[in-house]
């Protein structure tokens, strides 16, 4: 077997075992992306058990000469001739360099993008504390108590008036 189709199936076994399935499965929250991450796992596991059965062994070597004795030496060693003259083409990984730079690239991204998510989600939290604060007292709430926490509004509406500007 060759070298590199080894190297894959021992780096997509060792990929198996890293894969924080149960970690990621925990961070989904709709139903549709629970099935479609379901069918990912399922096929990864499907291409790695592949990878590991099939192209892991080594193919059985053939038996010439139990061929010899039922066909004839002469038929049998044109197909051996032919057989050894194939010559399998060594892969040559041109896709990794390509794609290696971008999907580090996608990870700074990612990492940056989840940092402001997580900003903006503490931030939007704070402010439905705030609504929901601001809804229960809302009923018993006077102008003045309302602009001690809005401070902006009660210059603008001054400012208003005293520009004699009512909005229309």
């Known amino acids: 077997m060759s070298g590199t189709v080894k190297k894959v199936a021992d780096v997509a076994f060792k990929a198996g075992k890293t894969i924080d399935w149960e970690g ?6 709709s139903d549709e992306a629970r099935k479609e991450f379901a069918t990912l796992r399922r096929a990864f596991d499907e291409v790695n058990s592949a990878l590991q059965t099939k192209f892991s062994q080594e193919p059985e070597p053939i038996d010439w000469e139990y061929y010899r004795k039922g066909i004839g030496s002469r038929l049998v060693d044109m197909y051996k001739e032919a057989y ?52 229960k007292k809302l009923s018993t709430m006077t102008a003045d108590e309302y602009f001690e926490k809005h401070p902006e509004l009660k210059k603008k509406f001054d400012d208003e008036i005293r520009n004699d500007y009512w909005g229309y």
């Open 84 to 135: 050894d003259s194939i010559e399998v083409p060594k892969y040559v990984d041109t896709v990794t360099p390509q794609y290696k730079p971008k999907f580090d690239a996608l990870l700074v991204e990612l990492k940056e993008t989840e940092e402001k998510s997580l900003k903006e989600s503490e931030r939007l939290e704070k402010e439905i504390a705030e609504v929901q604060e601001l809804k």
């Open 24 to 29: 990621m499965a925990k961070l989904i929250v």
